[in-house]
């Protein structure tokens, strides 16, 4: 008789920390009295809610197409939303997809996007480089799909990028993929184009070389939910032509996929809408995947998208990443005020990755294994602990990342909440 009916991959899974905080949250706040509830700043969202124009644009489609919006949509996309994608991309990051077959719409958010890159393009012991600290659910996901996370610790994360000399000595034979972005979760981390330069140039020559071999080049997943809380813009890898020491050129598009989604920029999380932007060959096969994995993206949160998409709501997500910084600013001074916190200011995002070590030996005596727990009963704020971004680093174990996509009155009084509790220590 087999031991339990469940997969191996499944046995290994974690509970998710974003959404196994929020049941916690409500577990506390049930017995809470008026005005003592939990303070969620764990998952990462905006308090300001969604442009009316993206809601009215569906309720709108709904009314003159009463049929299609519950009919079966292309596995793809719609057309008119690859479109609408494929001009945003290149409007914030000056690369075009071609709407035709390097643009596939997902469900799920981004993390559908993920899981059909990681079925089209991982097998089993196939090694995935991660930089660390890094998001928690890419080491699920990755195991999900058999293949082994390699995690590498930036030491200086928040001002420093993985180091080309880190990466090229990470690289084996088993590596597969390389996940990158432009701005790191949790430190807010912005890969510049000079760091990426830097790392292309490593993988160009490993990718060189394995064409000389016969062997598959190593792919580079280039994750971007926080794309439009970069004020400067965002920096693209597969944007970038590599000309090695003999002259012989590398494009970095010919190996990198580009995932992203409208939940971060235009507080559309609910939709769960994601969108690859590859090469033409990985698409066709991306889109095979995906019509046995889950079809395709909901029409409703298809439309909703394509308004997102149109070059005047540029101004709305500007003034989201403007408002969303201001008030992480003001967190951010708040949070240094108390005595022996450490809160740099992240160079994007809306979170910051805060250093509470100064009170983790008067945390544990009171029977703390961490900041985070701390903070959840004695101030009442919820939040993800370090040690979810990058396990088996113990210097991470008083680390806290805050979502201050919050109001500003809700962060002034998170704010007051932690200081009366370190202070209380």
């Known amino acids: 008789m087999p031991e339990?009916?469940?997969?191996?991959?499944?046995?290994?899974?974690?509970?998710?920390?974003?959404?196994?905080?929020?049941?916690?949250?409500?577990?506390?706040?049930?017995n809470a009295r008026p005005g003592e509830e939990v303070?969620?700043?764990?998952?990462?969202?905006?308090?300001?809610?969604?442009?009316?124009?993206?809601?009215?644009?569906?309720?709108?489609?709904?009314?003159k197409q009463p049929r299609a919006i519950h009919e079966f949509a292309p596995v793809t996309g719609f057309e008119f939303l690859r479109k609408s994608i494929s001009d945003r991309v290149f409007r914030l990051r000056g690369v075009r997809y071609s709407p035709d077959n390097e643009i596939m719409v997902t469900p799920g958010g981004i993390k559908g996007a993920i899981t059909v890159v990681f079925h089209t393009l991982l097998n089993p012991g196939d090694e995935v480089i991660v930089p660390l600290p890094n998001w928690p659910h890419y080491a699920d996901m990755i195991d999900l799909h058999g293949g082994v996370l390699k995690g590498v610790l930036v030491r200086d994360f928040y001002h420093k990028a993985l180091s080309p000399e880190?990466?090229?000595?990470?690289?084996?034979?088993?590596?597969?993929?390389?996940?990158?972005?432009?701005?790191?979760?949790?430190?807010?981390?912005?890969?510049?184009?000079?760091?990426?330069?830097?790392l292309s140039a490593v993988i160009a020559r490993h990718n060189l070389r394995r064409a000389e071999l016969g062997q598959p080049p190593v792919q580079v997943l280039f994750d971007c939910p926080y794309e439009s809380h970069i004020l400067d813009g965002p920096a693209t890898i597969s944007d970038i032509t590599v000309t090695l020491e003999n002259g012989?050129?590398?494009?970095?598009?010919?190996?990198?996929?580009?995932?992203?989604?409208?939940?971060?920029?235009?507080?559309?999380?609910?939709?769960?809408?994601?969108?690859?932007?590859?090469?033409?060959?990985?698409?066709?096969?991306?889109?095979?995947?995906?019509?046995?994995?889950?079809?395709?993206?909901?029409?409703?949160?298809?439309?909703?998208?394509?308004?997102?998409?149109?070059e005047y709501m540029d101004e709305v997500a500007m003034a989201r990443a403007v408002n969303s910084r201001m008030n992480l600013q003001g967190f951010v001074e708040a949070l240094n005020a108390i005595p022996h916190?450490?809160?740099?200011?992240?160079?994007?995002?809306?979170?910051?990755?805060?250093?509470?070590?100064?009170?983790?030996?008067?945390?544990?005596?009171?029977?703390?294994?961490?900041?985070?727990?701390?903070?959840?009963?004695?101030?009442?704020?919820?939040?993800?602990?370090?040690?979810?971004?990058?396990?088996?680093?113990?210097?991470?174990?008083?680390?806290?990342?805050?979502?201050?996509?919050?109001?500003?009155?809700?962060?002034?009084?998170?704010?007051?909440?932690?200081?009366?509790?370190?202070?209380?220590?």
């Open 39 to 63: 303070i969620d700043l764990s998952i990462g969202t905006l308090d300001d809610l969604a442009d009316d124009r993206i809601n009215e644009a569906v309720i709108h489609f709904i009314q």
């Open 166 to 198: 880190v990466l090229d000595q990470a690289i084996t034979e088993r590596t597969k993929m390389i996940i990158l972005g432009d701005c790191l979760n949790p430190s807010g981390k912005i890969y510049s184009r000079e760091d990426l330069s830097h």
């Open 248 to 310: 012989v050129s590398y494009a970095m598009r010919e190996c990198t996929t580009l995932v992203t989604g409208p939940g971060k920029t235009y507080g559309m999380h609910g939709d769960r809408v994601g969108y690859i932007c590859s090469t033409a060959d990985k698409l066709a096969m991306m889109a095979k995947v995906q019509v046995n994995l889950n079809s395709f993206a909901a029409t409703y949160a298809q439309v909703a998208t394509h308004e997102a998409m149109q």
């Open 341 to 425: 916190v450490h809160v740099p200011v992240p160079e994007g995002g809306f979170f910051i990755f805060a250093d509470f070590s100064g009170y983790g030996e008067k945390i544990e005596k009171l029977g703390y294994d961490s900041a985070e727990q701390f903070l959840l009963e004695r101030a009442r704020v919820a939040s993800i602990g370090g040690l979810h971004f990058a396990e088996n680093v113990p210097q991470l174990k008083h680390f806290i990342r805050l979502n201050t996509g919050r109001s500003e009155s809700t962060l002034h009084l998170a704010a007051e909440r932690i200081r009366d509790a370190l202070l209380s220590l």
């Open 4 to 30: 339990t009916i469940f997969s191996d991959s499944a046995m290994k899974l974690r509970e998710s920390v974003t959404h196994g905080t929020k049941a916690k949250i409500a577990a506390l706040n049930a």
